[in-house]
């Protein structure tokens, strides 16, 4: 099955900095890869999304970058604000037979400190 | 957009009894649903996959007869936890796919605290 790894686990950056999360994966015919935003007790947020058939994506301060060859997608959000600060999970969907699979990575806890 | 709404967002139960978590897409029709666990600063672990009038598939792992899932209609998916234990507490989420435009993705419910006294 497919198996996402995520890095870092903690990310503290200072607000206008920007911050990156990278994330691989192991299953080949993933071709769907959204990033969620989760605050404390909160269900995920989808913020960005990106199809196998595209190399990256922007929406405002926030973009992901797809290499498929290689593997790995990461999401880059520039001019952090306090706001930002929250658990982001990347995620990897499959499909497996007649269903899709969405598997995600351990997550990544951003801090943006004022 | 599409949404999911999940009932009841918080629940305590006593160890030895069953609780049931509720998830209705509320404006498309979800052939497919998915359930989740997800343990405190942990990432969310998928339980089982739930296909309208079919029975679901579960994950490694996971006990097909302690986590007991309908799906009986297009727009409803229930997760029944049996004989609840402590060790049950967690954070379930459901997730739900709209097949009919790709372009939403996976759409989440808001969550259930589940605690076991």
């Known amino acids: 099955g497919e198996n996402v790894e995520q890095h870092p686990s903690t990310l503290s950056v200072q607000e206008g900095d920007s911050a990156v999360i990278k994330c691989t994966y192991s299953?080949?015919?993933?071709?769907?890869f959204p990033w969620y935003k989760q605050e404390l007790g909160k269900r995920p947020q989808l913020i960005i999304d990106?199809?196998?058939?595209?190399g990256e994506k922007k929406d405002q301060r926030i973009a992901v970058t797809l290499n498929k060859t290689a593997k790995h997608f990461s999401l880059h959000i520039t001019e952090t604000q306090p706001e930002d600060s929250a658990v982001y999970f990347c995620?990897?969907?499959?499909?497996?037979?007649?269903?899709?699979?969405?598997?995600f990575g351990k997550g990544t806890l951003l801090t943006v400190n004022p | 957009g599409a949404v999911v709404s999940q009932h009841p967002s918080w629940v305590i139960c006593k160890s030895g009894t069953s609780v049931k978590i509720e998830c209705r897409s509320l404006?498309?029709?979800?052939?497919?649903m998915f359930w989740y666990r997800q343990f405190p600063k942990q990432s969310l672990m998928l339980m089982a996959t739930?296909?309208?009038?079919?029975?679901?598939?579960?994950e490694q792992g996971v006990e097909k007869d302690k986590f007991l899932i309908n799906h009986a209609s297009l727009t409803l998916s229930t997760l029944t936890v049996t004989s609840a234990h402590p060790e049950d507490s967690s954070f379930y989420i459901c997730?739900?796919?709209?097949?009919?435009?790709?372009?939403?993705?996976?759409?989440f419910g808001s969550g259930t605290r589940l605690t076991v006294v």
């Open positions: 739930s296909n309208e009038g079919s029975k679901a598939t579960y």
């Open positions: 995620a990897a969907s499959t499909r497996e037979g007649s269903n899709y699979k969405l598997t």
């Open positions: 997730s739900a796919r709209d097949v009919k435009n790709p372009n939403y993705g996976y759409t």
């Open positions: 404006d498309f029709q979800a052939t497919t």
């Open positions: 299953d080949s015919a993933s071709n769907y």
């Open positions: 990106i199809r196998s058939n595209v």
